[in-house]
């Protein structure tokens, strides 16, 4: 019985355990505390980055103030030191951080004396002072001064009054600066003269130049500079409103730290967060052992801002934290670590001592294991070479199989068949038997007359081999059948030819699958038509066909008419429905030797061929419009859709063969502008204005960044008293090129790109702006109407929009008229009427303009908060002459009245209109009889000159210019 020793004591194994267990528990450990780690990195960044947020949106908030108040200045000549009062009062009341609001005016030196007595009136003994290093003086003669005119308020900041701040370098270079950018600048920290405390606040400033000076460049903005308006910011009590308002002052887990310079100089310290210098000493005071126990985390974030021109330094820092406070998740894993592997090394000593006795009995078997293991080894080896064996017979085999085919056949010297073995029945459609005794083009019809019959035939007489000759045959069920076959000639031992020999397979799969793929690469898969590629084809053989002939072919190019609300509203799938049976009626409706091929989406493309014995004529596109209008069943609804066709002939001057589609497709949207459910033939004046309208959407892309739009005003007349009451914003585009372009021109091109999303914005905020001018001026408190297009209604930030405007130019709700169109909510009334109830909310008033002239229904109406119902002027021309029209007016102002809402007439233009519309109470009326659309400053001259229209009915001279109002 062998004894062995064991290659490994006890010790050993148990040390081996214990090592590896503790290596890995430490690097267990480390792991987690690293990940820990990164995840208060993470949260630390994250609100130190809402810190820096909520840091620069105060910051800009606080730059926009100024620039709201020197709007009070660029809108308002002169502005009244109550003016100036009563605008900054409700913002020194909201901004409690802001000192004071001033206005520094430059004087000349000549003019001192004068400003002194002015400022004398206010606060009587004001002299011009400035500030040295012993404090406020007299400031000294010089050729010019900033004198702080305007101060707001003025308790507290008396010593500010008729201060002259020319001496200051950084008020004079901020001043500068914002002169130059046009935008507000920022100086840097400053000692004020209200405030005691050094370099406590900081300025705001933008300048303010003379009424209708130049100021495209900044020499002329410095030529027409008569002074700025400020506000002087307590740095410390700004920061500190913006971290309560934010609600973020309170965590004492965040040190805040902000600077008024690019760096991080402590003389240019604005903000500490409490507690943030005892913290750092406190934690510089531990020893070295309790500072490692509250370790300073090392997170710290550092951002620069920009305040006005001005740089800005956050810096966020972690406070400090307990190193197991920390990571508990590390602390867990080490200690649970440690105890598994002592577990561990328990189990392994366990192990070893039963290893050692099993060892001891294996050893003892081995030796009489050993002869049956040789034994063992010698059977395997021969069972090895039997499966190689077997392995080389499988190969041959499955090489075999590879290289045979369906079926085997052999021919005779006459070359008929004597023999057909294999899956010919079962595979290709024909019973061996009948073959026998036959040639192959006896079997195959029109194989001798067919081209690859004659050349096949040949090569059998020349006794030549042949491979992969593939022909197409009728099985004996009646179904096509495509096969390649191969075949040898046989000799004889003296040469002498005996027949062939070959083999064949069926390829009918193989075809079938070519020909749907060639299929699938020339028509649509939806309705099996043409797809664009085959139509090129097709239209190249047309056109050459018309060229052969000298006869006329007509390309038609199709596009349904309400494609896309039956996709919207029945969904993809009826849209997949109703494109199928289309393009059935499209192929029932033309001749064999016509070509409708889909183009793309809801078009399609028809190519007409005139014969001999039947022209082209528009008929046959009638006939066409005919078959899609029939109804299209879609589930239990039938839907009715139309179609616009635009036709382009060939041959025709100016229409080359490589431009037929196109010029289809421009025939088809002048058959859409003209009303859809037309067709039009394609004409050069099209192309002009196609031309022309990709020329307006060129221009129009810039047109508002050039300002080269302006608005004009048409007055609202109260038909009771006479008196102006409101009037509607009308835009006009005056182009340096192409002149005044009329609305109508750009209008429809700004809808369908987009731009008339910030076009509307413009407008509206211009016609705030100049509304609250006016009444500032004391020109009344008038109603401005603004028109509102479907992209602006359908924007989510709509009602954002419109706040902000109305916050941005004073203007009072009630005052801001918002006008829409009746197929604006149509679509989705839902939707409508909670939108619509938001703008309501606002407090704007809200009018359906060219009432009746779109799907007007009495059940929306009541439920839409609408305030004026405006009557298209369609209806009001023809109210003296039609007693249609007449009747529908009356019965609109009924209904209005009925709904507690008024009613202003569009389009008054002579007395008759007028006096019907008095008769029947109409509340108010626009148009050429009292006042065309006018330039703001020709509006402002009508309402100073206090025109209304007379009481009683009189004749008004006719207006000469007919153009139509928008």
């Not at 080896?381 to 499955?398: C, I, K, P, V, Y």
């Not at 070359?415 to 024909?430: A, P, Q, S, V, Y």
């Amino acid at each position: 019985m062998l004894r062995r020793r064991l290659p490994f004591s006890l010790s050993v194994a148990a040390a081996l355990t214990l090592g590896a267990g503790l290596a890995a528990t430490a690097l267990l450990a480390l792991a987690v505390a690293r990940l820990e780690d990164d995840k208060h990195a993470l949260a630390f960044q994250q609100r130190a980055t809402v810190r820096v947020a909520a840091i620069r949106q105060g910051l800009d908030e606080a730059v926009e103030v100024v620039t709201v108040t020197n709007q009070l200045f660029a809108t308002v000549h002169p502005v009244t030191r109550r003016q100036f009062h009563d605008f900054t009062q409700p913002l020194l009341q909201r901004y409690p951080f802001i000192q004071a609001f001033n206005f520094h005016r430059l004087v000349s030196g000549a003019e001192r004396e004068a400003a002194e007595a002015e400022l004398g009136q206010v606060v009587p003994g004001t002299r011009i002072t400035e500030m040295g290093p012993q404090g406020r003086h007299l400031a000294p003669p010089r050729a010019r001064y900033s004198v702080v005119d305007y101060l707001e308020p003025m308790q507290g900041n008396e010593a500010a009054f008729g201060l002259s701040v020319s001496p200051n370098a950084q008020v004079m270079n901020a001043l500068d600066q914002a002169t130059a950018s046009g935008r507000a600048a920022a100086t840097g920290l400053l000692s004020l003269a209200q405030d005691k405390r050094p370099q406590g606040g900081f300025e705001v400033i933008m300048p303010v130049y003379r009424p209708g000076a130049a100021l495209g460049s900044a020499d002329q903005r410095r030529a027409a500079l008569i002074g700025d308006t400020a506000a002087i910011i307590r740095a410390r009590d700004l920061v500190d409103k913006i971290l309560r308002g934010a609600d973020l002052h309170a965590d004492q887990g965040v040190h805040l730290a902000v600077y008024a310079t690019a760096g991080t100089d402590p003389a240019h310290l604005v903000y500490a967060s409490v507690g943030l210098d005892a913290a750092m000493r406190e934690h510089a005071a531990l020893g070295p052992l309790r500072r490692w126990a509250t370790a300073r985390h090392r997170e710290r974030h550092s951002a620069a801002l920009e305040v006005a021109g001005q740089p800005w330094t956050v810096v966020v820092s972690a406070a400090p934290r307990p190193v197991l406070h920390n990571h508990p998740g590390g602390a867990f894993t080490l200690a649970g670590g440690l105890l598994f592997t002592l577990l561990m090394a328990a189990f392994v000593h366990t192990l070893v001592q039963r290893s050692r006795r099993v060892q001891l009995l294996v050893d003892e078997r081995t030796a009489d294991l050993k002869l049956s293991n040789q034994r063992l080894i010698d059977d395997v080896l021969a069972r090895r070479r039997t499966e190689a064996a077997l392995q080389e017979s499988e190969q041959r085999f499955r090489q075999l199989v590879t290289m045979s085919s369906d079926w085997y056949w052999e021919q005779d010297a006459d070359l008929r068949f004597i023999d057909i073995t294999g899956g010919l029945g079962e595979k290709g459609g024909f019973a061996a038997g009948p073959l026998i005794g036959r040639t192959r083009w006896e079997t195959v019809p029109g194989m001798q007359e067919s081209d690859w019959g004659k050349s096949h035939m040949a090569q059998l007489l020349a006794r030549e081999a042949f491979t992969d000759l593939a022909y197409e045959t009728v099985d004996e069920n009646g179904e096509t059948r495509w096969f390649s076959i191969n075949g040898e000639p046989v000799f004889d031992a003296g040469g002498v030819f005996r027949g062939y020999r070959g083999t064949g397979t069926d390829i009918t799969a193989r075809k079938l699958t070519e020909q749907r793929i060639q299929h699938i690469a020339q028509h649509d898969v939806l309705t099996g038509l043409p797809n664009r590629s085959l139509l090129q084809d097709r239209l190249g053989q047309a056109v050459a066909y018309s060229q052969r002939c000298e006869r006329p072919v007509w390309v038609l190019l199709i596009d349904l008419d309400r494609f896309k609300f039956v996709n919207d509203s029945m969904g993809h799938k009826a849209g997949d429905v109703l494109l199928m049976t289309i393009a059935a009626r499209l192929r029932a409706a033309l001749r064999d030797t016509d070509t409708v091929a889909r183009l793309s989406g809801d078009e399609f493309v028809a190519i007409l061929t005139e014969h001999a014995e039947e022209r082209l004529q528009a008929d046959v596109v009638r006939r066409l419009m005919d078959a899609v209008a029939q109804p299209v069943p879609l589930g239990t609804k039938e839907f009715f859709v139309t179609c616009s066709i635009g036709v382009a002939v060939f041959p025709t001057d100016g229409t080359p063969a490589d431009s037929l589609i196109e010029h289809a497709d421009i025939a088809m949207y002048r058959a859409k502008k003209l009303g859809r459910n037309n067709f039009q033939f394609y004409t050069p004046a099209m192309n002009d204005e196609a031309q022309e309208r990709v020329r307006i959407e060129s221009a129009l892309r810039s047109a508002l960044e050039r300002k080269e739009f302006v608005l004009h005003y048409q007055p609202q007349v109260n038909l009771a008293s006479g008196q102006i009451v409101g009037m509607e914003a009308l835009i006009r585009w005056q182009h340096p090129e192409l002149g005044v372009v009329a609305p109508n021109r750009f209008i429809s091109v700004a809808e369908e790109t987009g731009l008339i999303v910030p076009i509307g914005a413009w407008v509206m905020r211009t016609a705030c702006a100049q509304n609250k001018a006016w009444q500032d001026a004391g020109l009344g408190m008038l109603r401005v109407a603004v028109n509102l297009s479907a992209r602006q209604f359908g924007a989510p930030d709509l009602l954002a929009e419109i706040r902000d405007v109305l916050a941005q130019t004073g203007l009072a709700p009630a005052l801001l008229e918002i006008e829409l169109t009746e197929s604006l909510f149509m679509s989705d009334v839902t939707l409508a009427v909670e939108l619509l109830h938001s703008m309501k909310s606002l407090g704007v008033n809200l009018s359906i303009d060219d009432f009746g002239t779109g799907y007007s229904s009495l059940s929306y109406l009541s439920r839409f908060p609408i305030d004026v119902l405006k009557i298209d002027r369609s209806f009001v021309s023809d109210i003296t002459r039609d007693a249609n029209d007449a009747a529908i007016v009356a019965s609109i102002i009924a209904l209005a009245h009925n709904l507690k809402l008024s009613v202003i007439a569009e389009g008054v233009e002579t007395t008759e209109q007028l006096d019907y519309l008095r008769r029947h109470g109409c509340d108010e009326m626009q148009g050429y009889f009292f006042s065309r659309p006018l330039a703001a400053p020709a509006f402002e001259a009508l309402l100073r000159e206090r025109a209304s229209l007379a009481p009683a009915t009189v004749a008004v001279s006719a207006v000469q210019d007919a153009a139509a109002e928008v």
